[in-house]
């Protein structure tokens, strides 16, 4: 941990911080009073924002196990990381191919405190972690972490998963992947998912002013927004769809979940 200690203070513990809140919403224990107090806000609005925490968490797992088993990826690029909570992503891709290399990245000092958790994989395998923000893609795909790690002229995956709903279009999320996936070898993907209004639009008005009051900005986006983020890649069946529906486990019933209760679109797409 001491390559990835902080300076006294380097944390804000007095305002809240989206992956701290969804620690919170996964029963974590990495997050502070101001993260409990506005997550506990979402709650009071949106009393199963806990369900569509797991099952994003699910979904990520599935695609990520799709992707190393059926896709063949071995390079995973994962966005917006967030605090370690296990498995993580390169523990998922790398229990189907152990010589699978990962590279984490966010912005948020206390997943850097944590980062350490993401650097133990396979001995097969590689991770890595860079400190960046999605909206400078430059500053990551530039990194020297990244390139000591991955093969840019092999395919890689690109995992951006509750992340978008974060950067508002002033901050040009559609050219933000874009340039994210120009550099990336044919036969890479996309993996995303990104909270909508779709099936329950007033939830939502209440769930974005809640984040607003917190100084977070939030934006859901329609099916047709969210699939505005694949434009020009090749989406893998079923298409983009509600998270518990895209590849179910056998045994996990995703018929017996609202479509309200988890307002969320995802999908998976690859780079011709």
Known sequence: MTDYGLAPGQIDTTKPHPARMYDFYLNGKDHYEADAEAAGKVLEVYPTVR??????????????????????????????????????????????????????????PIVLAYAQALLNGTPEGRTAYVEADVRDPQRIMSAAELHETLDLDRPVAVSVNALFHFIPEEDKP???????????????????????????????????????ESGISFTTRSKSEVAGFFDGLELVDPGVSEP???????????????????????????KP
């Open 244 to 270: 518990h529906l895209w590849k179910p486990d056998a045994g996990d019933h995703p018929e017996k979940i609202r479509s309200a209760d988890i307002n969320m679109w995802a999908g998976v797409a690859r």
């Open 51 to 108: 369900l569509n925490a797991t099952i994003n968490r699910g979904f990520i797992h599935r695609a990520t196990r799709w992707l190393a088993r059926e896709a063949g990826i071995r390079q995973f690029l994962d966005i917006g990381t967030g605090i370690p909570t296990e498995p993580n992503l390169h523990q998922v891709a790398q229990s189907v191919a152990p010589e699978a290399r990962v590279v984490y990245t966010d912005n948020d």
């Open 174 to 212: 559609y050219e933000i992947i874009r340039e994210l996936m120009a550099p990336l070898a044919p036969g890479s993907y996309l993996m995303l998912t990104h909270s909508t209004h779709d099936f329950s639009e007033e939830t939502w008005r209440k769930v974005i002013q809640v984040y607003a």
